[in-house]
């Protein structure tokens, strides 16, 4: 590139390579300077584009700047954003799978989605593609080896029958009027009716994985088209799906306040939801000290 911008440098320009069509040009006699004269009523200036060497060098600069600035196919580009949301999930499934089948390298896991999230968003897309399959086969040797029995991975709920299941949807309560502004739900991420699957905010659709039942008596919040699943999470740690018979906190919806709150002061929580631009599909719900802010509001209904 550098000794194509010199070729080009080299080049001469002069005043000459521009000349005016006259008749005394044409005629070979000296040419005046452009001030002097210049060409009389019903003559004509025409532009003479300048050498082809001119130009091919020019382009071929330009040319050379553009490739330059667009990515080369060995350049490592960061993971994407979505790419990301789903690699924080599948560690936090993975992790939670393994503390509860008490693998020894699961005691003391990582289970902040934000933490997995922000590692991504600083990784190539490879690196972290490596680490999710990493990842998958880290838990399989767990859970085959774990008390010295084989243990299955648990399975997905099958898909419950044809028509809406019972129960009605948690949506966050909307910050303004705005009709253009989707309503965003309590979902199941990705519709993995499963253990281990963490609870996040996406656009309202009514189906299964965003209708919930509420059981008063025993405190749960269960899944209404698996209702043996329930919502559960210890402070400061995401939401996730868990069998309702290991739920450590009850939990019950408040009218009054429309949170989904506990005993002991805990509350749902979008995570960093007190920032606006974190108030957003994808967002992890978390188990948070209850301050009845615009990010623990739920409406409950149909």
Same mark, same amino acid.
């Given at each position: 590139?550098?000794?194509?911008?010199?070729?080009?440098?080299?080049?001469?320009?002069?005043?000459?390579? *521009?000349?005016?069509? &006259?008749?005394? %040009?044409?005629? =070979?006699?000296?040419?005046?300077?452009?001030? =002097?004269?210049?060409?009389? @009523?019903?003559? /004509? @200036?025409?532009?003479?584009? !300048?050498?082809?060497? *001119?130009?091919?060098?020019?382009?071929?600069?330009?040319?050379?700047?553009?490739?330059?600035? +667009?990515?080369?196919?060995g350049r490592t580009q960061p993971a994407p954003e979505n790419n990301c949301f789903n690699f924080a999930n599948q560690m936090i499934a993975d992790n939670f799978r393994g503390q509860q089948a008490k693998c020894p390298d699961y005691r003391s896991a990582n289970m902040k989605w934000e933490s997995h999230l922000q590692w991504c968003e600083q990784q190539p897309r490879d690196r972290v593609e490596s680490l999710k399959e990493t990842s998958s086969a880290k838990l399989d040797g767990c859970l &085959?080896?774990?008390?010295? +029995?084989?243990?299955?991975?648990?399975?997905?709920?099958?898909?419950? !029958?044809?028509?809406?299941?019972?129960?009605?949807? /948690?949506?966050?309560? !909307?910050?303004?009027?705005?009709?253009?502004?989707?309503?965003?739900?309590?979902?199941? +991420?990705?519709?993995?009716?499963?253990?281990?699957?963490?609870?996040?905010?996406? $656009?309202?659709?009514? $189906?299964?994985?965003?209708?919930?039942?509420?059981?008063? %008596?025993?405190?749960?919040?269960?899944?209404?088209? +698996?209702?043996?699943?329930?919502?559960?999470? *210890?402070?400061?740690?995401?939401?996730?799906?868990?069998?309702?018979?290991?739920?450590? &906190?009850?939990?019950?919806?408040?009218?009054? &306040? $429309?949170?989904?709150?506990?005993?002991?002061? @805990?509350?749902?929580?979008?995570?960093?939801? %007190?920032?606006?631009?974190? *108030?957003?599909?994808?967002?992890?719900?978390?188990?948070?000290?209850?301050?009845?802010?615009?990010?623990?509001? /739920?409406?409950?209904?149909?």
């Amino acid at each position: 590139m550098r000794a194509i911008a010199a070729e080009a440098r080299s080049i001469p320009l002069s005043t000459d390579a *521009i000349p005016w069509n &006259t008749p005394e %040009r044409e005629g =070979g006699e000296p040419a005046s300077s452009l001030s =002097g004269s210049r060409p009389q @009523m019903g003559e /004509f @200036m025409t532009f003479k584009p !300048p050498c082809r060497g *001119i130009v091919a060098a020019v382009a071929a600069v330009a040319f050379a700047i553009v490739a330059g600035l +667009a990515p080369s196919p060995g350049r490592t580009q960061p993971a994407p954003e979505n790419n990301c949301f789903n690699f924080a999930n599948q560690m936090i499934a993975d992790n939670f799978r393994g503390q509860q089948a008490k693998c020894p390298d699961y005691r003391s896991a990582n289970m902040k989605w934000e933490s997995h999230l922000q590692w991504c968003e600083q990784q190539p897309r490879d690196r972290v593609e490596s680490l999710k399959e990493t990842s998958s086969a880290k838990l399989d040797g767990c859970l &085959t080896s774990a008390q010295g +029995a084989a243990v299955p991975p648990v399975a997905p709920v099958p898909a419950p !029958p044809a028509g809406p299941a019972k129960g009605k949807s /948690f949506h966050l309560v !909307p910050a303004g009027a705005e009709d253009d502004v989707p309503l965003l739900c309590v979902d199941v +991420a990705g519709g993995a009716l499963a253990q281990g699957t963490p609870v996040q905010l996406w $656009k309202c659709h009514g $189906k299964a994985p965003q209708l919930f039942g509420v059981d008063g %008596r025993n405190g749960r919040i269960y899944l209404a088209a +698996a209702p043996h699943l329930c919502v559960d999470g *210890i402070p400061n740690q995401q939401l996730l799906v868990v069998q309702c018979q290991s739920v450590e &906190t009850q939990w019950r919806y408040e009218e009054r &306040t $429309k949170t989904i709150r506990s005993s002991n002061g @805990m509350c749902w929580d979008v995570s960093g939801g %007190r920032r606006p631009e974190n *108030i957003r599909s994808r967002r992890p719900l978390i188990a948070w000290p209850c301050h009845n802010g615009p990010n623990q509001q /739920f409406i409950y209904n149909d």
